[in-house]
């Protein structure tokens, strides 16, 4: 049975018109180990499943531990302003051999119907006039959020994860003034 917050966001996304050319841009934003990956995919099962076509793009191909959120121009140029132009888009996503970040592989990105874009800072300010809804996650509470990262990515990420939600905690702050399509999911 699908989660039925994902059946919401679904709703919300499919009222709205698209605002990047002809694809409705969702964004899925939280700090880490909201869930957002998890509601991300479980959102693009049943857009596809309602026949629609459906790109998903995580920031987590972006961001770095010492570039969380500079990289924006690379998903700008070469995803967001293709598609907005009705064009393929595509961007090389980092990968981390040895714990070491580097671009790896290119990445296409087909223009979709739907496009979700996950992860920390997906719905900054700077794409918002292009956003057919955004859906920010805010629970659990840091300390589980922690846990579920560490679960995830391993006890030795434990400190860049502390890092990370200290910098996520001042992001929000300083990137805010939620947009009128706005799901707080709780």
């Known amino acids: 049975m699908l989660d ?3 059946t919401a966001v679904v709703r919300a996304v499919l009222a709205e018109p698209p605002r990047l ?3 409705r841009l969702l964004a899925v934003d939280g700090p880490s ?3 957002k990956s998890t509601l ?26 010492d570039d969380p959120v500079s990289w924006w121009p690379r998903l700008a140029e070469g995803v967001l302003h293709e598609l907005a132009e009705g064009r393929p888009g ?5 990968r981390w051999p040895d714990g070491v970040p580097v671009l790896a592989e290119w990445v296409a990105v087909d223009v979709p119907d739907v496009l979700v874009l996950e992860g920390m800072s997906a719905g900054r300010a700077s794409v918002r006039a292009h956003l057919s809804c955004l859906c920010r996650l805010t629970l659990p509470g840091p300390a589980e959020r922690l846990e579920r990262a560490v679960r995830r990515d391993g006890e030795s990420a434990r400190r860049h994860f502390e890092e ?6 001042g992001w929000f702050e300083v990137d805010d ?3 009128p399509l706005f799901l707080r999911m709780e």
């Open 40 to 65: 991300a995919q479980a959102v693009r099962a049943e857009l596809e499943r309602a026949g629609r076509t459906v790109g998903l793009v995580s920031t987590d191909d972006f961001a770095t531990w």
């Open 90 to 94: 595509r961007y090389r996503r980092t």
């Open 164 to 169: 990370w939600q200290a910098f996520e905690k």
């Open 33 to 35: 180990g909201s869930g």
């Open 21 to 23: 050319g002809d694809v």
């Open 177 to 179: 003034g939620w947009p």
């Open 4 to 6: 039925p917050d994902a």
